[in-house]
């Protein structure tokens, strides 16, 4: 089974420029989460969808950063315009909820580099 | 609020010598636990999770848990390192809602571990 799958695994941009991170979850999973893990804040949730539909995007940092999900199995986070306090690496994760104690499976990362 | 403690940030132990990493948790009632495993570079990986009934939990790669409600604690143990086990490791908690948990995940800090040959 494939698991998680992140693209790109690393981006490096500059300071205003767009940038789209990319998701596909496990198949069969209702549940996706996007996480940005920094040395200063650890790991912090940014938002979740059950059902492609956004739950809690309480986790957001701003206005630049937005997050949608078109179908089940594919999830977008978007930051425009880009800053350097967005380096970060920035995990996916899905589940299948529903179930008493889900688990969340994360996808290998994408590691930001904004100059 | 929920919250997750892992109160010591790094840790180096020899090869072969047994590991314990703490994680203390803060919630009103019993929410459903979790340690994961991140190696440099990679994701993370679930080692092992509770979420009810037997308090000591086995997990992959010879780890154990054990859920102490008295302590608040969840403390990860391993009889014997092995070099490989050089990583950091997460412990997170979850609230359950219903039949199901919440889905909103909180991490400790984590524990980065060292192993001396």
């Known amino acids: 089974d494939a698991g998680v799958i992140q693209s790109p695994r690393h981006e490096v941009t500059e300071m205003g420029q767009e940038v789209t991170l990319r998701c596909k979850p496990i198949?069969?999973?209702?549940?996706l989460f996007w996480y940005r893990q920094t040395m200063m804040r650890g790991l912090e949730l940014l938002i979740y969808?059950?059902?492609?539909?956004?739950?809690?995007d309480s986790g957001m940092p701003e206005d630049r950063f937005s997050a949608k999900m078109p179908n089940a199995s594919f999830s977008t986070l978007k930051i425009q315009p880009s800053e350097p306090r967005d380096s970060a690496v920035y995990f996916c994760?899905?589940?299948?909820?529903?179930?008493?104690?889900?688990?969340?499976?994360f996808g290998p990362g994408t590691r930001l580099l904004v100059l | 609020a929920q919250s997750v403690t892992q109160p010591d940030i790094h840790i180096t132990v020899s090869e072969g010598a047994s590991l314990e990493l703490r994680c203390n948790y803060s919630?009103?009632?019993?929410?459903?636990l979790f340690w994961y495993v991140q190696s440099p570079g990679q994701g993370l990986q679930l080692l092992l999770k509770?979420?009810?009934?037997?308090?000591l939990v086995q997990g992959i790669k010879g780890f154990e848990a054990e859920f102490k409600r008295s302590q608040s604690s969840f403390n990860l143990r391993k009889p014997s390192v092995h070099w490989s086990d050089a990583a950091e490791y997460f412990c997170?908690?979850?609230?359950?809602?219903?039949?199901?948990?919440?889905?909103?995940?909180?991490f400790g800090k984590g524990t980065k571990l060292s192993v001396k040959p």
């Open positions: 994760a899905s589940s299948f909820y529903g179930d008493a104690g889900e688990t969340q499976y």
């Open positions: 198949s069969g999973h209702n549940s």
């Open positions: 969808f059950n059902n492609n539909v956004p739950i809690d």
């Open positions: 919630y009103g009632a019993t929410p459903y």
């Open positions: 509770y979420f009810s009934g037997d308090t």
């Open positions: 997170a908690v979850d609230k359950p809602r219903g039949g199901g948990s919440q889905g909103n995940l909180i």
